[in-house]
């Protein structure tokens, strides 16, 4: 059956089961479940009546044991630690140690630093992943198909929905946090390696039936105002170290002095510019990349020859939001997550610098996340085709790589939603015919702007007539591909075998696209 | 002008390709490809290769062929390079420019 986007779902991946009986739709266009109801579902919690003075445990191991996990049970993480993650490696080591298997992961996200699980994969102990990140070793296993079932492939306000429509129902949650007192009160700063907020693991501490905190950092109870509250925790432990700190926290990224990102990000600030959302109290997001990043730089002056003030930035934050802010050009930081020590520094210091949850974050099931009420998002993209779709998950060579993250949320929510990438990347096209895997759809992206023009997808109207009012040029993304492909050739399409490896899940839970096992090259 | 030598032209710098020719004498090319676009471009890198040779009038070669995401013009260029070099020709001698050098 083919999808709103054109992509055909095979019988196998429709037929893939939720946990709460929910049967998978394709995707139907942005906005179909608008309106629509759901009964969140509810975790079965322990109730705690009699006093105790403390939820510590001696280690991992026992806190897996008291736990009860067993076999064909659903772990998660969250991925504040990014790729300085020690818990997921401890967690599993454990769970495996204790020959309990056929475990799913649901992760926030999952990056370069699990690759252990590969080898669970292969051995057939790990035999779901739900998670939006998925890399390295565990992609590169998945996509050749070693994974029993197909890995669910979500944005992060997408999980949330599943969480809290009961889609994937969490047996136990494993939250690392940098800080924790004795009964579970958990924050994401004043320890070894402060990650600044917990926002991702928020709906697991709520919706898991267990929760147990690991950390590194004890301190006296209680630990407020604390970003995982004690009340959903079961246990916590003490661990030496729950990361690589240089690697939870990244020093700033440095701003981009390639003239190709200079120029893009340039052209990107342009076109915000014209919008008619550009006014005194605008919102707005943007990546870490090189020229998302550097959008902020070019964005100011063009704030102050207007003589206004950004309201609210949300996202990932990096310093460079918040060094506009201390400029007093941006009235409040809303974060769920911190890219850098930057960002960390001034979230512990400055009283307009605020942690949210990821379902306050880009949950397209609650009553009106953030991204429902922002202006512009800068994004960017593995490939963009000519109907705006674009993917950010699998590489040139159809292996998983990637994470749509909060791409597919904000790029919905926002707008305008500007993606800005180059127009290939050494022989790769980056403007395409056909995307590998459509991890957002077109019909949520509004403008592309590369080194070689920019496009405006047709369906905004509002948005051309701007861009022409304001003098800027554009042209038809189709013409973007051909000179792409001009530049590098047609690429042959990939060859894949037929069974679906990942589900790539529209935020309302329909299916947007699948990943199918790659098969070797052959001339 | 014939292959007397090995021959090596290109970097493993991305964006680029590092072609080895050696004489063989069993009039076959035995070509061995590795890129890292093979998925998208592996046919048409080739297809490039096999053209250059022939233009080059090369029939009995190893040609390994390492690439990094290398243009077609790239490819071409370094296939070209790498057949003079294994040539031992002079360097202050007369090229083919625009005739079989493209």
Redesign the interface.
């Known amino acids: 059956m083919k999808n709103a986007v054109g992509r055909e779902i095979p019988a196998e991946a429709l037929a893939v089961e939720l946990k709460n009986g929910r049967k998978y739709e394709p995707y139907q266009g942005k906005g179909y479940r608008d309106g629509k109801y759901i009964k969140k579902a509810g975790p079965t919690t322990k109730i705690y009546e009699n006093p105790q003075e403390s939820k510590i445990l001696p280690s991992i191991r026992d806190a897996v044991i008291a736990c009860g996990i067993k076999d064909g049970m659903t772990v998660s993480f969250h991925h504040h630690f990014r790729n300085g993650d020690y818990i997921v490696n401890m967690v599993m080591k454990e769970i495996v140690d204790l020959g309990i298997k056929d475990i799913t992961i649901a992760a926030s996200s999952l990056g370069d630093a699990h690759d252990p699980i590969a080898e669970y994969i292969e051995k057939g102990i790990v035999t779901g992943i739900q998670t939006s990140g998925i890399r390295g070793k565990m992609g590169d296993v998945v996509s050749h198909g070693k994974l029993k079932t197909p890995a669910i492939l979500r944005s992060h306000g997408g999980r949330v929905r599943a969480i809290e429509e009961g889609d994937v129902h969490i047996d136990v949650a494993f939250i690392g946090a940098p800080t924790s007192d004795e009964y579970g009160n958990a924050r994401a700063l004043g320890g070894k390696g402060d990650c600044g907020v917990l926002s991702y693991a928020v709906p697991d501490s709520e919706y898991a039936d267990k929760v147990v905190v690991i950390t590194d950092t004890l301190v006296p109870y209680p630990n407020f105002p604390p970003s995982i509250h004690g009340v959903n925790v079961d246990y916590v432990v003490k661990v030496d170290e729950i990361g690589n700190p240089k690697k939870i926290a990244s020093a700033a990224a440095r701003m981009t002095q390639n003239p190709r990102d200079l120029m893009m990000a340039e052209n990107t600030a342009k076109v915000i510019a014209a919008c008619p959302w550009f006014k005194d109290g605008f919102s707005f997001q943007t990546g870490a990349g090189g020229p998302s990043l550097a959008v902020n730089r070019f964005l100011e002056p063009l704030m102050d020859a207007k003589g206004i003030k950004m309201a609210w930035a949300i996202g990932g934050i990096t310093a460079a939001i918040c060094e506009l802010q201390r400029k007093g050009k941006v009235g409040k930081i809303i974060d769920v997550q911190d890219f850098d020590t930057g960002a960390i520094e001034d979230i512990r210091t400055n009283p307009n610098h605020f942690e949210m949850t990821a379902s306050e974050y880009a949950n397209p099931a609650n009553k009106g996340a953030f991204v429902n009420k922002l202006d512009f998002v800068v994004l960017a993209a593995l490939e963009v085709d000519t109907d705006f779709n674009v993917n950010v998950i699998t590489g ?3 292996v998983l790589r990637g994470a749509p993250g909060g791409h597919p949320d904000t790029a919905e929510g926002a707008k305008c939603c500007v993606i800005v990438t180059p127009l290939t990347r ?3 096209a980056t403007i395409c015919e056909h995307v590998v895997t459509v991890t957002t759809p077109g019909d949520c992206v509004d403008v592309v702007v590369t080194d070689y023009g920019t496009a405006v997808n047709p369906r905004r109207k509002d948005i051309i007539e701007a861009l022409d009012a304001a003098g800027i040029k554009h042209v038809p993304i189709k013409q973007l591909q051909e000179k792409a492909y001009s ?3 047609k ?2 399409d ?2 894949f075998k037929d069974k679906v490896v990942a589900i790539l899940e529209a935020r309302d839970g329909t299916i947007l696209d699948v990943v199918k096992e790659i098969k070797p ?1 052959e ?1 | 002008m014939e292959l007397k030598a090995a021959g090596t032209a290109g970097t493993l710098e ?2 680029d390709v590092m072609v080895t020719l050696e004489p063989t004498n069993d009039g076959k090319i035995d070509l061995t490809l590795e890129s ?9 890198i ?1 297809a490039t290769v096999l053209e250059s040779l022939e233009r080059l009038g090369v029939k009995s070669a190893k040609v390994i062929v390492n690439d ?5 013009c790239t490819i071409k260029a370094r296939v070209e390079c790498a057949f003079y070099r294994g040539c031992q020709c002079d360097m202050d001698g007369k090229f083919d420019w625009g005739g079989v050098i493209r």
Request: net charge neutral; hydrophobic share 30%.
């Open positions: 040139s060579d159809g050494g022989r790769m530049l590098v050739g690429p042959d990939l060859q090259f001339f | 991305s964006s890292s676009v093979i998925n998208q471009y592996g046919r048409q080739k990094h995401g290398a243009l077609d």
